[in-house]
């Protein structure tokens, strides 16, 4: 069985409270209205910090990217600077990531590397991601390199499913598959609901996995993949897109998405298993990514789900404790569910993520072994009184 033998993250070395961003939110914004609806969006965030490359936003800082004129109103950087901070800054967060996973499993030896699949949707260069692991690993240049971009917070799963297929294609395969999302590079002041609530949810971070046909070692936890699949909510397009201005990449993210994905949650979910085998019906775990605290009250109260419990639990700590990272973000919940110590091994895990289309990705996946300890999160500095993790 392919398997994900290990899994890894990182986040850049600023955090900011949610409510210090509130804060200086509200300073940007001229509006009274828009003013009252900042308080309000971040207060029901789910969110109590969240993680930067930006160094701007701390007191007496010398910005960088996002300045301010004398009068206080931010000057918001062009589309080319944010993306010129994006490749200065993403090699540190994404490497991390990637030296963790190795360093969780090191019986897996990195020459023996077949593939790199990266993901990001919030940044561009070529050489991209790909290279810098290839070449920051010391692999041989015939490794098979493949990066997905632009496609937003459901690209973990086509990436997984990549390397689920080449292991399934070449038994001796093993697929590093790392996310790296700067979405802090991105905060716009525009008079909208959509970008306000852009701006309350997205950070940064990158994760990183080990997947393989390998038997996982005695003693280790790790995934074992058993379906994947795919479905387009009809009519549903226009509720969620991301573009390029010239000012950053621009949000449309309608409040309407967690009913949207609610209502549909079920009927969809009953076409994915009703094509399963019997004994792949019965998911006891789901672990969905946390766009929002919204879309996991909406799809917890449609499906029936307890969120206080395993792998839904986990989804509301990562949104908590780091936001909405775009790609990366569910692969923080799979490895903070993998450390939790009331999810059984054996447990069927059905996993969910969505994004523009709007596009629902499924994965169906197995837990194997005993629970991992969580490693220590590189010192960081934090605002606002939050200690770092």
Not at 74 to 94: D, H, I, K, S
Not at 306 to 330: C, F, K, Q
Not at 334 to 341: C, F, P, R, Y
């Amino acid at each position: 069985m392919n398997t994900i033998h290990a899994l890894a993250t990182a986040v850049p070395p600023y955090a900011y409270h949610q409510d210090y961003a509130a804060d200086c939110m509200k300073r940007w914004v001229k509006d009274k209205a828009m003013r009252r609806m900042v308080t309000h969006l971040y207060r029901q965030s789910g969110i109590e910090r969240r993680f930067s490359v930006v160094p701007d936003f701390q007191p007496g800082a010398t910005a960088r990217l996002f300045r301010e004129s004398p009068d206080g109103t931010l000057l918001e950087p062009t589309t080319g600077e944010r993306n010129r901070f994006y490749q200065e800054t993403y090699p540190a967060v994404l490497m991390e990531a990637v030296r963790r996973v190795l360093a969780t499993a090191p019986w897996i030896d990195p020459g023996a590397i077949t593939h790199v699949i990266t993901v990001s949707c919030t940044g561009f260069g070529n050489p991209g991601p790909d290279l810098l692991i290839t070449r920051g690993l010391g692999l041989s240049g015939s490794v098979e390199r493949y990066h997905l971009g632009f496609m937003g917070c459901y690209a973990a799963f086509p990436a997984l499913r990549m390397a689920d297929q080449f292991c399934a294609a070449r038994p001796d395969a093993v697929v590093l598959v790392a996310c790296i999302e700067l979405c802090s590079l991105h905060l716009q002041i525009k008079p909208t609901t959509d970008m306000l609530l852009a701006n309350a949810l997205f950070a940064d971070g990158a994760a990183a996995a080990l997947v393989s046909r390998r038997p996982l070692p005695a003693g280790k936890r790790g995934l074992e993949l058993h379906h994947f699949a795919t479905r387009l909510i009809p009519d549903s397009a226009e509720e969620m897109a991301w573009s390029i201005g010239d000012r950053g990449f621009d949000m449309i993210l309608s409040s309407y998405v967690p009913r949207i994905l609610g209502l549909h949650a079920r009927d969809l979910l009953n076409d994915v298993l009703g094509g399963l085998p019997p004994g792949c019906r019965d998911v006891s775990e789901w672990a969905v990514h946390p766009g929002g605290k919204a879309i996991l009250q909406a799809l917890a109260q449609h499906m029936a789900w307890d969120p206080s419990r395993g792998a839904l639990r986990a989804a509301h700590e990562v949104l908590r404790d780091y936001g909405n990272m775009s790609s990366a973000t569910i692969m923080f919940v799979w490895k903070a569910m993998l450390e939790a110590a009331d999810i059984e091994e054996g447990a069927l895990v059905g996993s969910l993520a969505f994004g523009p289309g709007l596009t629902v990705e499924f994965g169906l996946m197995q837990v194997c072994g005993k629970p991992v300890t969580s490693e220590t999160v590189a010192p960081h500095h934090a605002l606002g009184g939050v200690p770092g993790p």
